[in-house]
């Protein structure tokens, strides 16, 4: 039942080229900031990488774009990422481009064991192209294929050896459905604490779905932009 592990590196010894990895967190709220750290430095090539976003040029997936390691990358908003936007259009990438609620679904439903579901969001679109497309009461609706990963990196506030996850504000943002869509689950958390001292009606993430935990260090917590209100 003791899931810790000593750090981001350890954690990540079996990720392979190729793979995909499911990462959480919103903007650079509730990020991997350790995972993918690690990740650059040991150098993974061709990786399929599923994020809400693909953080900022020099920061969370930036730097593995930096590095050339992202084959592919399954995205909602990219719009912070100039880097992004020279490999896509260069070739250098691929980019698959989903609603935003769409790819919750596609998580969820991939943690669920739901192969793939309808939604009128898309229909008539781009989104829609090359799909599946059905009537429902009168309304068109597109078929949309569940996401599971090789690996899931997820952020936490706390966390119990168990892998019992507690998330804080935004950060829950995509990180407890992606737990749930994954062969491998790696979680880091802000506060690595012992079992019994987080309520159970506080834990957003069942341990049964984490199988590595380790207490990260020295979270930056970057902003995207910083907004203040003029005096």
Same mark, same amino acid.
């Given at each position: 039942?003791?899931?810790?592990? /000593? %750090?981001?590196?350890?954690? &990540?010894?079996?990720?392979?080229?190729?793979?995909?990895?499911?990462?959480?967190?919103?903007?650079?709220?509730? &990020?991997?900031?350790?995972?993918?750290?690690?990740? $650059?430095?040991?150098?993974?090539?061709?990786?399929?990488?599923? %994020?809400?976003?693909? +953080?900022? *040029? *020099?920061?969370?997936?930036?730097?593995?774009? /930096?590095?050339?390691?992202?084959?592919?990358?399954? %995205?909602?908003?990219?719009?912070?990422?100039?880097?992004?936007? /020279?490999?896509?259009?260069?070739?250098?990438? /691929?980019?698959?481009?989903?609603? =935003?609620?769409?790819?919750?679904? $596609?998580?969820?439903? +991939?943690?669920?064991?739901?192969?793939?579901?309808?939604?009128?969001?898309?229909?008539?679109?781009?989104?829609?192209? +090359?799909?599946?497309? $059905?009537?429902?009461?009168? $309304?068109?609706?597109?078929?949309?294929?569940?996401?599971?990963?090789?690996?899931?990196?997820?952020?936490?506030?706390?966390?119990?050896?168990?892998?019992?996850? &507690?998330?804080?504000?935004?950060?829950?943002?995509?990180?407890?459905?992606?737990?749930?869509?994954? *062969?491998?689950?790696?979680?880091?958390?802000?506060?690595?604490?012992?079992?019994? =001292?987080?309520?159970?009606?506080?834990?957003?993430?069942?341990? &049964?779905?984490? *199988?590595?935990?380790? =207490?990260?260090?020295?979270?930056?917590?970057?902003?995207?932009?910083?907004?203040?209100?003029?005096?």
């Amino acid at each position: 039942m003791d899931k810790r592990i /000593q %750090s981001a590196d350890l954690a &990540i010894e079996k990720l392979t080229d190729g793979a995909t990895i499911l990462m959480g967190g919103f903007g650079l709220c509730g &990020i991997p900031e350790n995972l993918i750290a690690a990740v $650059r430095r040991r150098g993974t090539k061709d990786l399929t990488i599923v %994020s809400n976003n693909a +953080g900022v *040029d *020099d920061f969370g997936i930036g730097l593995l774009l /930096q590095n050339r390691q992202v084959k592919k990358m399954i %995205s909602t908003y990219v719009g912070e990422n100039k880097l992004f936007e /020279q490999l896509v259009l260069s070739g250098e990438m /691929q980019v698959e481009l989903n609603p =935003q609620g769409t790819l919750a679904e $596609r998580l969820r439903a +991939g943690g669920a064991g739901i192969p793939a579901f309808y939604t009128p969001t898309g229909f008539g679109t781009m989104v829609a192209e +090359g799909k599946e497309t $059905r009537e429902f009461d009168g $309304r068109q609706y597109v078929l949309e294929r569940a996401l599971r990963g090789n690996f899931a990196f997820i952020k936490a506030w706390k966390g119990d050896r168990w892998g019992n996850l &507690i998330y804080r504000k935004t950060a829950r943002n995509f990180n407890p459905m992606m737990a749930t869509a994954a *062969d491998h689950v790696i979680a880091e958390v802000e506060h690595l604490v012992e079992p019994g =001292q987080l309520d159970p009606d506080h834990v957003h993430t069942p341990g &049964i779905f984490i *199988d590595a935990i380790f =207490q990260g260090p020295n979270y930056a917590k970057r902003i995207e932009k910083r907004t203040i209100s003029k005096s």
